[in-house]
Nanobody, 117 residues
């Protein structure tokens, strides 16, 4: 099973930027995905990227502000977040999905992102 470790969260003012990283141990996955969960709310999809061809996908709420990428040599995915808003405050998770599977089978521990107004 793939092991994931996120980093890069923190406290930032509205309008600021942060970059999250997700280091993967193992390569048996098709997409790397980003989710977030705000306090008292359900977890929501943020972005994904296909590992081999780097095709990204974004939730409407982050389009134009967030960019996901990956470095296959470092086995690391990134989520660059710009123009952050207080409503982006959440714990952010990365998760892998295998080809042909509808399930996310490996999850990171999460990293807190707090955006102050």
């Amino acid at each position: 099973q793939v092991q994931l470790e996120e980093s890069g969260g923190g406290l930032v003012q509205a309008g600021g930027s942060l970059r999250l990283s997700c280091l993967a141990t193992g390569r048996n996955f098709y997409t790397m995905n980003w989710f977030r969960q705000a306090l008292g709310k359900e977890r929501e999809f943020v972005a994904s990227i296909t590992w081999s061809s780097a095709i990204p996908m974004y939730a409407d709420s982050v389009k134009g502000r967030f960019t996901t990428s990956r470095d296959t040599a470092k086995n690391t995915a990134y989520l660059q977040m710009k123009s952050l808003k207080p409503e982006d405050t959440a714990v952010y998770y990365c998760a892998t999905r295998r080809f042909g599977s509808a399930e996310y089978d490996s999850w990171g521990q999460g990293t807190q992102v707090t955006v102050s107004s």
